[in-house]
């Protein structure tokens, strides 16, 4: 709630602050202005904004990409024919004529000058109120999409850790009957080499030229 927060500032609490002007001889002479208060509720002050048109821009793809005035524009909030919005005033007030000045003196040049040039103080909160209320409402629809962003990808990081821990899972497996195989593997050679051992053996009684070769077992390791 910055934005109000500013006319806080400037304008004090919704009991708006108007100038009066002072009459007679002697108004320009350095005489004190004349203020007084129009109370308004709150209720005066809001301005109906477009939130079909306000979730229509949300939804688009880069929405946090979306400028402000988009947003304003979107939800309908158009500047006074004045001229003077909150965003002019908050200019105003950063400017060097406005930063050296204690509170009160900036209230009464402020107002002496929104006075001059026929500006309600009114129009600059409902402007502020009206800006204020389009961004909380982009951020309502924004922070929907951003919650069912986060859920989906939480759903696909439990998903990649289940797939994981299946494939390492089947990776376990793998090496397991890579080792079984060749287990098997070596007591099959073991077994073929003893079988050719005693096929040598037994024609050695009858011939002296070995024809049976004889296919010596890996050892482990």
Known sequence: MKLVEMLHNVGGRLGIIKVVAATGAGET???PVKLKTKNLSLKDLVTEIRADEVRALAELPAELSVAFPKVF???GVASPQHGWTIERLGSLLKTDQ?????????QK???GLLANEKVQVEDLVKDAMARDNSLDAFEVFVRKKMDERE?????????CHAQIKSLEEECSRH??????????F?????????????????LGHL????????TLPRRKG
């Open 73 to 75: 524009e979107a939800a």
């Open 98 to 106: 406005y930063k050296t000045m204690d509170r009160p003196s900036v």
């Open 151 to 159: 859920a989906a990808r939480k759903r696909r990081v439990a998903e």
């Open 207 to 214: 011939i002296d030229k070995p024809v049976v070769s004889v």
């Open 175 to 184: 090496a397991e009957e890579g080792r079984a195989d060749q287990e098997r």
């Open 186 to 202: 070596r007591r099959w050679l073991q077994e073929k080499s003893d079988y050719e051992e005693d096929m040598a053996w037994a």
């Open 29 to 31: 002479q350095g005489r």
């Open 109 to 111: 040049a402020v107002l």
